[in-house]
T-cell receptor, first 114, second 113 residues
Framework: NAGVTQTPKFRVLKTGQSMTLLCAQD?????MYWYRQDPGMGLRLIHYSVGEGTTAKGEVPDGYNVSRLKKQNFLLGLESAAPSQTSVYFC?????????????FGPGTRLTVT | EDQVTQSPEALRLQEGESSSLNCSYTVSGLRGLFWYRQDPGKGPEFLFT???AGEEKEKERLKATLTKKESFLHITAPKPEDSATYLC??????????????FGKGTLLTVNP
C-alpha cells in the first residue's frame, strides 16, 4: 500500500497561472480532504469530499476548486494563483471507526507563488 | 465554533527530562480527540485517538490523557528522535454527520542529547 500520495512535491508558479494538485489514495477510503499549512496558522481545511462525486467547502475555500470524479482521487485546482496561496498543501483520506474519522495524510506539496 | 489551543508553542527538553504538552478544546460535543506527530517536511502521522474523559492511551514514551476540557500528551524520558511538532485535533458532534477535524497550531518539541 502506498497510502496517500501527492503530485507534485514542489511547484513554483507566477501570479495568475493555474495548476492542479493531485491526491491519490489506495486504501478505499470514503472521505478525502485538502488542507493548507502556514507558519503560525496550523492546518486549515480548504475543501473536502464525503464520497465520489461530492465536494464541500472547508474553512478557507476561496481561490480553490476541487473535484472527486473517482473514489481514489481528489484534485485541488488553483485557477489564478496569488502570492497568498504560497503554502504547503496536504491531502488526507479517512475512514470511520464508529463515528470517528481517522485521517491519514500525504507527504505534502510545497507551492510558491511569485 | 470549535476551537483547539495547544501550549506551549515550543518546548525544549534535555534527553530524559519528562514533560507534558497541553491541548485545550471548546466544542459543542466531543466525538473524538486526536494526536498527530509531524516531522519537518512530512505530513502528520496519526498517534492516538481518545473518545471519553478519563481515557488514556500509551505508545512507547508517549501517553495521552483526556478530560472534559483538555488533553495532555505526556512524554517520559524523551529521546532526540522524539523531536517533532505534535498536533492536536478534535472531531465535534454537529447537527448532521461531521467528518471534519479542527486542528490546533501544534507544539514544536526539541529534545537535546
Amino acid at each position: 500500500n502506498a497510502g496517500v500520495t501527492q503530485t507534485p512535491k514542489f511547484r513554483v508558479l507566477k501570479t495568475g497561472q493555474s495548476m492542479t494538485l493531485l491526491c491519490a489514495q489506495d486504501m478505499n477510503h470514503e472521505y478525502m480532504y485538502w488542507y493548507r499549512q502556514d507558519p503560525g496558522m496550523g492546518l486549515r481545511l480548504i475543501h473536502y469530499s464525503v464520497g465520489e462525486g461530492t465536494t464541500a467547502k472547508g474553512e478557507v475555500p476561496d481561490g480553490y476548486n476541487v473535484s472527486r470524479l473517482k473514489k481514489q482521487n481528489f484534485l485541488l485546482g488553483l485557477e489564478s494563483a496569488a502570492p497568498s496561496q504560497t503554502s504547503v498543501y496536504f491531502c488526507a483520506s479517512s475512514y470511520l471507526s464508529g463515528a470517528r474519522v481517522l485521517q491519514y495524510f500525504g507527504p505534502g506539496t510545497r507551492l510558491t507563488v511569485t | 465554533e470549535d476551537q483547539v489551543t495547544q501550549s506551549p508553542e515550543a518546548l525544549r527538553l534535555q534527553e530524559g527530562e519528562s514533560s507534558s504538552l497541553n491541548c485545550s478544546y471548546t466544542v459543542s460535543g466531543l466525538r473524538g480527540l486526536f494526536w498527530y506527530r509531524q516531522d519537518p517536511g512530512k505530513g502528520p502521522e496519526f498517534l492516538f485517538t481518545l473518545y471519553s474523559a478519563g481515557e488514556e492511551k500509551e505508545k512507547e514514551r508517549l501517553k495521552a490523557t483526556l478530560t472534559k476540557k483538555e488533553s495532555f500528551l505526556h512524554i517520559t524520558a524523551p529521546k532526540p528522535e522524539d523531536s517533532a511538532t505534535y498536533l492536536c485535533a478534535v472531531q465535534a458532534y454537529s447537527g448532521g454527520s461531521n467528518y471534519k477535524l479542527t486542528f490546533g497550531k501544534g507544539t514544536l518539541l526539541t529534545v537535546n542529547p
